[in-house]
């Protein structure tokens, strides 16, 4: 319970209340009925510092939902920097766009729609490299999408991967689920791959951060 009360407090604190950018995201999402999943505002905060304190100019995003993570990374870029953001869904793209477009980031951003793993193939066929990477999609995929970060990272990148814990899930022993079996691997790897310098923040669901050494 104090666990629960810390985090609304941090949350009252840095929850993005007074913020029209984000608020709009937030709503757009309620507006089309759309699943509530965005990044928590206390980890887009953060996704916001990381971007700026790395120096990041090419970020990567898998999963752009409503625009929301897709803000803050692109407000923590270097002047210049761009966002290339991964969605599956046509309908959540264009929302994302409009929202970036609205926020001033509607020259920053390319969305590419479809399998996010066919359009890493695409982006590494292009030779396009990153220095950050945000993992927010489909569950089962994470070891895969790390597997594309280590490929496209540049030495120094960020790797950014969001509901590690899976609502509690990840830690029931009993639990075979293949989303549950591939998250462990995800984690498991981001503590002790040795191309990578990682730690997980357990607060909310769950986010992991590590740097491509």
Request: hydrophobic share 40%; glycine share 10%; with cysteine.
């Amino acid at each position: 319970m104090r666990v629960e009360r810390a985090e609304q407090y941090a949350e009252a604190l840095f929850g993005g209340k007074g913020d029209p950018d984000l608020e709009r995201a937030l709503a757009s999402i309620k507006e089309r009925n759309m699943p509530d999943i965005s990044v928590k505002p206390g980890y887009g905060r953060l996704l916001t510092l990381l971007a700026a304190s790395s120096g990041a100019s090419a970020a990567l995003e898998i999963g752009a939902l409503a625009g929301y993570s897709g803000i803050c990374l692109a407000r923590g870029l270097r002047p210049g920097g761009t966002l290339t953001s991964l969605e599956l869904k046509p309908e959540y793209a264009e929302l994302a766009k409009a929202n970036l477009t609205a926020a001033g980031f509607g020259d920053v951003v390319e969305y590419r729609v479809g399998e996010a793993l066919a359009n890493l193939e695409t982006l590494a066929s292009e030779g396009k490299t990153f220095d950050f990477f945000f993992i927010d999609a489909d569950k089962g995929n994470y070891p895969n999408y790390l597997d594309w970060a280590l490929k496209l990272g540049r030495p120094g990148a960020i790797v950014v991967g969001d509901n590690v814990l899976l609502k509690g899930r990840i830690v029931e022993e009993e639990s075979t689920s293949p989303s549950v079996r591939a998250m462990r691997v995800f984690n498991e790897r981001i503590a002790t791959d040795p191309r990578l310098q990682g730690v997980i923040l357990p607060a909310y669901d769950g986010l992991s951060i590590a740097r491509i050494v």
